[in-house]
């Protein structure tokens, strides 16, 4: 139950502890379901498909009768019980069919589902409109509860949600809120076709619906808002989980060969690796084409449980294409490295550039092949503009290269001039890529490039670069400067008029900590945060008028529209680099962007950078915040994360004391993941402390969920497997926690397959 809801969840493998049944993927049926509950505390019954039957029985008792026609495995069967609001409306398919919208969640929270709703008759119409797949039901029911462990759930015609990815409100929500509560409401709607109707015929193809589905849910999206910041936002959001996942010792193929604990089996190599696999195969035939292997993949297929064979299957026999070696990617594990090196023949108007692919070895697959990587490239001529140059007698300014091989060299003609190579557009694949670019031409790119990711990559690498040379600086016990040739290449970025407000806002801001550490063979939480400081420091510093004037132009009405959202997050990038000083006027202005927030998204940026400024004002403000939304519990696990995730030297002390606080329980997922995951997955300096004090914390934290809610400690506990990659003294001040946890009787297997397989992992 979830406050008092009864509520299912039945994949992967629920159904089996509600009655018996052979409960795989593969086991098609259609369900007929009747309900009994007391009318009182149970008016709302709700179940999949169509409402067929409903009439009362004795002692104050009624019944509901669900029938789904369509057939569908035991996992999507959901049910619902208990006393709950709604918001209406209806949806008219292209055939001319009405379909009943229902959105389901606590009496009190219709106004907040509106959004939902708007964005759910967005993905009916797109999902028509870009793959022909309509509707087939009459009715499409959306629960929202506050204690779901998982984000969703796609149960056919009933998907149930984390309250998080439904409610919202200007004064409550923040434009992350927003666009991720459009993203995830498409996502479980285009299940229906991509995971209902055509399912997967065991849990080793989950990636068949998931990888998928994100894809489309990307894609939709994109179309949403602004293209080339969702694309740049996808990556980043793969850089930060599933980089580090192929990385460390839970690294699996995106169609792994086997499972422990099942729970651990939903992973970001499965479901955005995946979506980019999706995407290489939409690249290496074309939009119409891969548009046209959809369409036979749900011809062939609908109505049946199959593998991610089949769909590549589909994929290559709508368009005679042969996918054969690109299947390797489902079945071999990594993150591949591709090194560049290219070379201009001003004799012969000629580049050549030289491709080589490795990927290194991972746990159970020491030995690698290459694969069949999709990288288009682009040369940027002397004037900014691209170069018109022709490859293989094709004539165009960028190129996908096909990499089908440890090492291939391409050359390209009529290059008159000295060209700067744009590497990886669009991020065509999920690769890390070395270039031989220099500096110059890092930052020559970040000016000029005409594909917006590289442009941001070019930026972000520049960045990245002389950041690790300053960490490398502390490291020695110098001091580390700011790169004069980067600043002025920021201040060519601050001028540029031409930017979309949420392109720029990516552009001027750096690169994460988290990132910084992925970069380094040996973590140095402290070095990073310092040269990262130091760096913020020079820019506001050097800018101080150019982001007092951004906080100003960027100050409109609100509207949770992408470009309005575009501004607030460019408002927002300004405001951090005024408060980087962490003086009296910074602290004056931050608090004064506060006390002016008209929207949760204003307030929550300045809120989070007074609590990182050690000031008395930061106590007030977050009084302030806890008085003004104390009865809102998703503002308040806000206002729990802000605090876990503060850089200050008193932050594990104030996450400790805010474990008895009365916005706070174990019990609840979501506070769970606000102060606890918060504090050990978005604070490295003070969960990596010396004394190891933050890893007994958490470690406490994960014994005491493992007998409350094991999935969510399995999550928690990804901060604390990857170890190695720590000095000699927090190795072991991390592995003496997780023998400690892994110490513990009746320990969950999704902790312990996750433990186990951080200290066996071969060194």
């Not at 119409?288 to 199959?306: K, N, P, Q, S, W």
């Not at 990594?334 to 090194?339: D, K, L, N, R, S």
Request: net charge negative; charged share 25%.
């Amino acid at each position: 139950t979830s406050s008092g809801i009864y509520c299912t969840q039945c994949e992967a493998e629920g159904f089996r502890r509600i009655t018996f049944f052979p409960d795989r993927p593969d086991v098609l049926a259609t369900y007929t379901v009747g309900i009994d509950g007391d009318r009182c505390s149970c008016p709302v019954l709700l179940s999949n498909g169509n409402l067929v039957k409903e009439c009362d029985l004795a002692n104050g008792r009624h019944r509901a009768v669900w029938h789904d026609p369509f057939p569908k495995p035991s996992y999507l069967f959901a049910l619902v019980a208990g006393d709950l609001g709604c918001l209406e409306d209806t949806f008219t398919t292209a055939s001319g069919r009405d379909v009943s919208l229902r959105i389901w969640s606590e009496h009190g929270n219709r106004e907040k589902c509106l959004y939902a709703m708007d964005s759910l008759k967005r993905a009916m119409r797109w999902d028509e409109d870009n793959y022909g797949l309509e509707y087939d039901l009459d009715t499409f029911n959306i629960v929202a509860v506050a204690d779901f462990n998982a984000g969703a759930m796609e149960n056919k015609s009933l998907n149930i949600f984390n309250s998080s990815l439904v409610l919202a409100s200007p004064q409550t929500a923040t434009d992350r809120n927003y666009e991720d509560i459009e993203s995830v409401i498409a996502h479980e709607y285009f299940h229906n076709w991509t995971g209902d109707r055509v399912t997967c015929r065991d849990w080793f193809q989950l990636s068949l619906k998931e990888g998928l589905t994100v894809y489309r849910d990307q894609e939709f999206t994109a179309d949403m808002r602004s293209r080339p910041v969702k694309r740049i936002d996808d990556v980043r959001r793969l850089r930060a989980a599933q980089f580090p996942e192929d990385a460390g010792p839970m690294a699996h193929p995106v169609r792994p060969s086997s499972y422990v604990e099942i729970n651990n089996f939903y992973t970001p190599t499965v479901y955005e690796k995946g979506a980019e696999v999706i995407r290489m195969m939409e690249r290496i035939l074309g939009r119409d084409e891969f548009r046209r292997g959809m369409d036979l993949y749900i011809e062939r297929h609908d109505g049946t449980a199959v593998t991610c064979d089949d769909f590549v299957a589909a994929m290559a026999d709508a368009n005679g294409a042969d996918l054969g070696h690109f299947s390797l990617w489902y079945s071999q594990a990594g993150t591949p490295e591709v090194t560049a090196s290219g070379r201009w023949l001003a004799d012969e108007a000629a580049f050549e550039l030289v491709l080589e692919q490795e990927t290194p070895p991972t746990p159970g697959q020491a030995t690698k092949e290459a694969l069949r990587i999709p990288l288009e490239v682009g040369l940027v001529g002397p004037n900014g503009n691209d170069m018109e140059v022709t490859l293989e007698g094709g004539s165009a300014s960028s190129h996908v290269l096909d990499l089908d091989r440890p090492s291939r060299t391409f050359r390209f003609e009529g290059v008159g001039a000295r060209p700067v190579l744009s590497l990886n557009r669009d991020f065509t694949a999920p690769v890390r890529v070395t270039s031989d670019i220099d500096d110059a031409g890092l930052a020559f790119l970040m000016a000029h490039d005409s594909d917006p990711f590289a442009r941001w990559e070019a930026g972000q690498q520049y960045a990245t670069r002389l950041l690790l040379a300053m960490i490398a600086a502390i490291r020695q016990g110098g001091t580390p400067t700011t790169d004069e040739r980067w600043l002025e290449a920021m201040s060519t970025a601050i001028g540029d008029g031409s930017l979309d407000p949420s392109f720029k806002a990516r552009a001027l801001a750096l690169p994460g900590e988290s990132w910084l550490a992925e970069q380094m063979e040996t973590v140095d939480v402290e070095a990073i945060h310092e040269a990262r400081e130091t760096m913020r420091r020079a820019a506001a510093n050097r800018f101080a008028g150019s982001w007092r004037a951004m906080i100003g132009e960027n100050d409109e009405p609100y509207s949770p529209d992408g470009e309005q959202a575009g501004r607030r997050a460019l408002k927002g990038v300004a405001l951090s680099y005024c408060a980087a000083p962490g003086d009296a006027e910074a602290v004056a202005i931050v608090t004064g962007a506060y006390a002016d927030a008209g929207n949760m998204t204003d307030r929550l940026a300045a809120l989070s950078l007074i609590a990182a400024i050690d000031t008395p004002q930061r106590n007030e403000c977050l009084a302030d915040f806890h008085d003004r939304f104390r009865n809102d519990d998703l503002v308040i696990d806000k206002w729990l994360g802000v605090q876990a995730a503060s850089p200050l030297d008193d932050t594990l002390a104030r996450v400790r004391d805010l474990l008895t606080h009365e916005a706070f329980s174990l019990e609840k997922p979501n506070k769970v993941f606000a102060l606890v995951g918060g504090f050990a997955m978005a604070n490295p300096l003070n969960f990596h402390r010396r004394d190891g004090s933050g890893y007994r914390f958490v470690a406490d934290r994960l014994l005491d969920l493992d007998d409350i809610n094991p999935q969510v400690a399995a999550r928690i506990i990804n901060s604390l497997i990857r170890w190695r990659r720590q000095d000699s003294d927090r190795q072991a001040l991390m592995r003496h926690e997780l023998e400690r946890i892994r110490s513990k009787e009746n320990l969950s297997p999704d902790l312990g397959e996750k433990i186990t397989k951080s200290l066996e992992q071969e060194e």
